[in-house]
Structure formats: C-alpha cells, structure tokens
C-alpha cells in the first residue's frame, strides 16, 4: 500500500502544475469559443473602421464651408447625393455642396465632418432634400468616426491565452476572424465511491445518504471548460474501483475519484492505487482537504479527492482548476481575490492553510467576511451559502475580528446582505 506524502499546500501545488503540459489546439468557429482558451496572440488583419464613416444621421459636410455660419448669418449647402450605409460615394464633395448620409456610411472624399439632423435646417418644401442650412460652426471630425481609430491595421488584438467573452467574439467577427486557435476541452472521468450513497431520487434509508458530489463536481468540471465523459457511483470495492480507474484513464484526459483515500479500513481508492504507476498518496496541510492523490499515469491527469463535499470543492477550486485551466492555455487560472476584512474569528492551526467558507457584505468602502456557517466539511449548506474562501495562512493560529486577509471569489454577493446564519458545533476533522 502507497505511503501517503505530507506536503505543504504551497508544495502541493506546485506539483501539480508542475506536471501539466498544455493539451492540444483546435479551430472552432466563433460560435463555439465563448470561454475558451485563445491560443495564440491575434492581430487587426485590417483597420477597425476601415473607412471614415458617419457616426450620426445628417449631411457630410466639409467644415470649412460652415465656419462662418451664425443665427443672423446661416450658410446654405447644395445638397448633392444621400449616402445610405453600406454605399460607396460615387464622387468627392466639393465646395458649398454636402451629402445627405446616414450612421456608418462611408464619408465622401472631400467631407471632413457630419452636420446632424438635429443641428440644420433642411431647407426641402418636398420630395428629395435639396438644400441644407447651417446655423453655427461645425467642426472638422464632428459625428466622424475616423479608420483606424478603433484599431489600426496590425495592431494588438488579444493576447494569448485570453478567456474569450461575447464582446471579444463581436471584435474578431468585425475583424473577419471567422475561426479562432483555442485550448481542446479536457475530458473528464469522475468516479465517486461508497456503500452508502443513494442516488438523488432514491428514498433514504437507514445508514445511507443521497450522492451529492457527482452532481457538484460534473458541474465545477464542466464550468471551467471540461466535457465529462463519464460520471459514476461505485461500490466499495477495490477490484470495481481499480477497473474503473483504467477505463477512465483509456477514455479520458483527466480522471478524479471522491472519497477512499483517507485512513479507513475500507477504502477503496487508496487500496487501487497499489495498481497504478506514477500516482502518490498525500497529505497537504491544507483545511479542508488533506488526504489527496494525485499523479500522471500514461501522461492523463488523475486527481484523488476527499470524500467531503467542503473537501472537494475546496481542492478543486485550489489545485484541480488551477490544473485544467493550464491545461488548456488560460492565462488567469483561478477565480478572482479580494481584499476583506474578518467580521469574526476564524479559527485554525499553524502550520497549515485554511480555505474558510465565508459570506461577504461590501461596508465602509470594505469587503466584510464572516463565516457562513460551521466549518465542518461534511455540511452543504455552508459552501451553499458562500460567497469566497477566506484564507488563513500557516503562521496564524486565527484570523481575528478586524484582521485582513484574501478571499477567494466564488460567487459575487447579491445586493441584499446575507442573513445571519445559525451558527452551530461541528467536530474539526483532521482526515477532511
């Protein structure tokens, strides 16, 4: 049976990305690239406009025609052609003449500015305008958008390694990159071990409990970018567990187990990794979380979580994100910091890191953070509760009302603040 190795979380992590190699590169339409890893740094084919345009509806007009234009003194323009968006000008504007144009159609050689309707006096009794008057001055650029002025043509459009959101998919559309390099979605194996677990729409019964880690961690996989490709329930016992690993690892790019790794007589994971290459049993000082397994066997990734819910959220938030984000070329791996400041105490232990499950209120010009109910990594309703991690470094014994620290960001807070919540007793598991 393997000996489990005791490693800081800083170490633990390190480790871990350690040992990822950025998975493979695919075009897929802009369609399909919403949150995905850009992989490749991207520069402007052509100028964004590509050609002055009117940013108004009215007339192009060349400024030094109107310079002079007063209330008592107005200056009347020969209007000579309507520029619909889209349409090309047939010809320059010349001298005491304008062009009726409409938003975003090119401006005419010549014209250097856009009187708006609103700003002129159209002078047509009806039918086709053909007279504009001016009032005032109007200046060179005015309701113009130049080219370029957006983008020039070769400029820096996104980095590599860039999340990609809806408005970076409006600008590579404009910049007719019809197709985007991004990172392939990793695939997922979860395997979730237990006697005593009962699918969700089963009736309880006594000694058993409803599975709830599979529903929560497809989901985490799936938000930060990984298919799954299989999700089971397993039976405590070794030989169905160690054959479903393999499958995982035939199928799959990344395989995560949840539960069977901790001290017991019966676990089942820690049993099965007698059967496999390049896996280690661990022990991070971290809280929630310490007995873990994680390892390269054939060059997949495979993860063995806790078999807490507080447990596997927690690791998979610190180091399994961190890990298939790298794997799939994000620049940023983790979910957002905030400064904030304790509320209340949070308890720990020096010598090891605790991620605590914390609700936030903005005061004060402060992010406040206190508890969001028993930190006992066998409850739901704490981490249902939470909006960040709060940590609490391994030379604390406690976080202090008062005392700053990071937070890191899993939900932004709704407008209202949290109700307080009931606070109760719960053991402080060294094996979660």
């Not at 170490?11 to 949150?35: F, S």
């Not at 009794?125 to 109007?138: I, L, N, Y």
């Not at 998919?169 to 237990?194: D, F, I, K, M, Y």
């Not at 910091?337 to 308890?347: H, I």
């Amino acid at each position: 049976m393997p000996v489990p190795r005791s490693l800081s979380y800083a170490e633990a992590r390190r480790r871990v990305l350690d040992a990822i190699r950025p998975g493979p590169v695919e075009r897929v339409g802009l369609a399909a690239a919403r949150g995905r890893a850009l992989r490749g740094s991207l520069t402007a084919p052509h100028a964004l406009p590509p050609f002055d345009n009117a940013a108004m509806d009215g007339w192009a007009i060349r400024s030094t025609d109107v310079a002079a234009a007063t209330d008592e003194a107005p200056v009347t323009l020969e209007v000579v052609a309507v520029l619909p968006a889209g349409s090309v000008p047939e010809r320059p504007l010349t001298a005491g003449r304008a062009m009726r144009i409409m938003t975003g159609a090119m401006l005419p050689d010549g014209a250097d500015a856009v009187l708006a309707f609103e700003e002129a006096e159209d002078l047509a009794a009806s039918g086709p305008p053909d007279r504009v008057r001016a009032s005032a001055p109007v200046a060179a650029g005015r309701h113009v958008r130049p080219a370029g002025a957006d983008l020039t043509a070769g400029a820096a459009v996104l980095d590599d390694g860039r999340e990609l959101s809806a408005h970076d998919l409006a600008l590579l559309a404009a910049l007719g990159l019809a197709e985007v390099a991004v990172g392939a979605r990793p695939s997922a194996a979860v395997l979730s071990t237990g006697d005593e677990l009962l699918d969700p729409h089963e009736p309880l019964r006594p000694g058993a409990i409803r599975e709830s880690n599979l529903t929560q961690l497809t989901a985490l996989l799936e938000e930060c970018g990984a298919t799954v490709a299989l999700a089971r329930r397993l039976p405590d016992d070794v030989p169905t567990v160690t054959d479903a690993i393999r499958h995982g690892l035939a199928h799959a790019d990344v395989v995560l187990t949840i539960g069977g790794i901790s001290a017991g007589d019966f676990d089942p994971v820690k049993l099965a990794l007698d059967a496999l290459e390049d896996v280690e049993l661990w022990r991070v000082a971290m809280r929630p979380g310490r007995p873990q397994a994680f390892g390269t066997p054939g060059g997949r990734l495979f993860f063995g979580l806790p078999g807490n819910p507080a447990s596997v959220a927690c690791v998979f938030e610190t180091l399994v994100r961190p890990a298939l984000r790298l794997w799939q070329g994000f620049s940023v791996l983790e979910r957002p910091w905030l400064d904030v400041r304790a509320v209340a105490a949070f308890p720990s232990r020096p010598g090891r890191r605790d991620f605590a499950r914390a609700s936030l209120a903005w005061r004060d010009g402060l992010w406040w953070a206190e508890p969001a109910g028993p930190q006992v990594s066998g409850y739901l309703s704490p981490q249902s509760r939470a909006h960040a991690l709060v940590v609490v470094p391994e030379d604390r014994a406690s976080l202090e009302p008062g005392d700053a620290a990071r937070a890191l960001l899993l939900r932004w807070p709704g407008p209202a603040t949290e109700p307080a919540v009931r606070r109760g007793r719960g053991e402080d598991s060294e094996t979660t």
